[in-house]
């Protein structure tokens, strides 16, 4: 019941913690019912977080890092930098576009993004149910209108490359990696 933990979107844009690569990997498996043989630490390590070696008992961060620039505590971005955030840009567009596919005779992930697609000839509709799973609702209006004028000319002639561009957006955005 603290309140720092149930402020939601109220209590600024200094607040919020970056989504660690586990958390932002399973998060996208399970809202899209994603079909796998479980093998995904090769994607998390890539990110700068390899799931059964953590360097410390304290986990995988600095345990007093400030986000460069400012005076914010932000532990999740020391194992950020530049290659990690492009990692995470090609884990969504892998499985955005297409899907893990490791060595035989592992099988893969696969999101299932059947959903999206049937709402993609009502690009609102489509933008809405991403809010609602991936955001809470929470999605900026500047956002939202950005998605709509992308949408508004890949959804009527190709629903699923709209759903598939729609969905990569939102994965892709600050607004979603940044957990608020």
């Known amino acids: 019941l603290d309140p720092k933990a149930r402020c939601g979107n109220r209590c600024g ?16 498996a399970r809202v899209f019912n994603a079909n796998s043989d ?22 995988y961060y600095p345990h007093s890092f400030n986000v460069p620039g400012t005076n914010l ?3 999740e971005f020391g194992i950020d930098a530049s290659a990690e955030a492009i990692n995470r840009e090609n ?27 049937a709402l993609a000839s009502t690009p609102t509709a489509l933008i809405n149910r991403l809010d609602g799973l991936l955001m ?13 004028a992308t949408a508004k000319d890949t959804c009527p002639n190709q629903p699923q490359f709209c759903a598939q561009t729609v969905l990569y957006l ?11």
């Open 136 to 148: 809470h609702g929470a999605m900026p209006q500047a956002m939202r209108r950005t998605l709509q």
């Open 91 to 117: 884990f969504v567009n892998t499985m955005v576009f297409g899907h893990i596919q490791p060595p035989a005779p592992a099988t893969g992930t696969r999101i299932d993004l059947s959903d999206l697609t």
């Open 170 to 180: 939102v994965l892709a955005s600050g607004q979603y990696q940044v957990q608020r």
């Open 13 to 28: 844009a200094n607040y919020g913690r970056l989504r660690e690569p586990a958390q932002f990997i399973l998060n996208v």
């Open 73 to 75: 505590q932000g532990p």
């Open 38 to 59: 479980g093998i995904l630490n090769a994607s998390s390590s890539t990110m700068g977080q390899n799931i059964f070696y953590s360097p410390t008992v304290f986990n």
